[in-house]
């Protein structure tokens, strides 16, 4: 089984910077895209960013463009997302995700990291 462990989140004031790291567990992380999504409470989770198995595609959310860099180290089977500019719409639980070798669509996801940004 595909296991993600997220960390990083935290509390940070509006402005303020966090980065998140993931540490995979799986034979096929430089085969796998690898993403982040987010769910604040009440709100279904939405796509964060997402980068392809070399790093040579990344994605983000028009809400976070800009803001939000994502990176890998496939050497390390790790996955980092760093948040510049936050803000309080960026409270949420964040997950790190990664689609199947060679799949398109996210289907596995970790336990989830807490970042607040308070009003």
């Known amino acids: 089984q595909v296991r993600l462990v997220e960390s990083g989140g935290g509390l940070a004031q509006a402005g303020g910077s966090l980065r998140l790291s993931c540490a995979a567990s799986?034979?096929?992380?430089?085969?796998?895209?690898m993403g982040w999504l987010r769910q604040a409470p009440g709100k279904e989770r939405e796509f964060v960013a997402s980068?392809?198995?070399?790093?040579?595609?990344?994605r983000y959310a028009d809400s976070v463009k800009a803001r939000f860099t994502i990176s890998r180290d496939n050497a390390k089977s790790t996955v980092a997302l760093q948040m510049n500019s936050l803000k309080p719409e960026d409270t949420a639980v964040y997950y790190c995700?990664?689609?199947?070798?060679?799949?398109?669509?996210?289907?596995?996801w970790g336990q989830g990291t807490q970042v607040t940004v308070p009003s």
């Open positions: 799986t034979r096929a992380f430089s085969r796998q895209t």
């Open positions: 995700a990664a689609t199947p070798e060679f799949g398109v669509a996210f289907a596995y």
């Open positions: 980068i392809s198995w070399n790093g040579g595609t990344t």
